[in-house]
């Protein structure tokens, strides 16, 4: 993917991410968050914060929330849009390889169509893993991008990533969860 270009807020690209990105993919990740008072919920790859926008939506007192991207205008945007609907979250701009937190600072970790453009995706997990506290939950959402256009996503992209849609890590055990999002 070109530099710059967003893949998930492009014009041109916008579309792919409108068919899997509805209601029924915001509550999945409610279930899977499970965001509950007092929980530190941290988003790899925030982008201009939708997913931050879907939780505050909930109205969960002392919910904590933490989004993270690389491009410092979609945090901006991001921290202006939850702003706009008067929620509380916290942004920065950060490197999912090189995460500014302290071991075990979050209870929830995710990210969605985020390891596709990785080219570390090992590094990038640990690094989620790292943040992420003992027996809490790692939660990596991709979309299945070759499902949709055979030769489809990055030439990088992991084949795990491309191959399934969830990847769900709880207790230090990787499971691999085939689940479509589709209308």
């Known amino acids: ?6 893949g998930l807020t492009s014009l041109t690209l916008k579309h792919v991410r409108d068919r ?13 968050l499970k965001p509950r008072a007092g929980k530190r919920i ?6 201009v914060g939708t997913a931050e926008i879907s939780l505050a939506r909930l109205q969960i007192s002392q919910l904590r929330l933490f989004g ?10 991001a921290r202006d849009r939850v702003r706009g609907i ?5 942004f920065a701009a950060a490197d999912a390889g090189h995460l500014p937190f302290v071991d075990g600072a979050f209870d929830c970790t995710f990210c969605v169509a985020v390891l596709q453009h990785l080219r570390d995706v090992p590094m990038a997990l640990a690094e989620l893993a ?13 979309p299945d991008n070759v499902g949709r256009d055979p030769g489809g996503g990055p030439p990088h992209a992991s084949e795990t990533a491309m191959r399934y849609d969830v990847i769900a890590f709880c207790d230090d055990e990787l499971v691999l969860i085939a689940h479509r999002f589709r209308r």
Not at 86 to 90: I, K, T, V, Y
């Open 1 to 6: 993917m070109a530099r710059g270009l967003d």
């Open 20 to 32: 899997w990105w509805n209601d029924a993919f915001a509550d999945f990740l409610e279930q899977a």
């Open 42 to 47: 941290l988003d790899v790859g925030c982008g």
């Open 68 to 77: 993270v991207d690389m491009m410092v205008d979609r945090v901006r945007e």
């Open 86 to 90: 008067n929620a509380r979250a916290g």
């Open 130 to 142: 790292r943040v992420t506290r003992p027996g809490g939950l790692i939660l990596a959402v991709e």
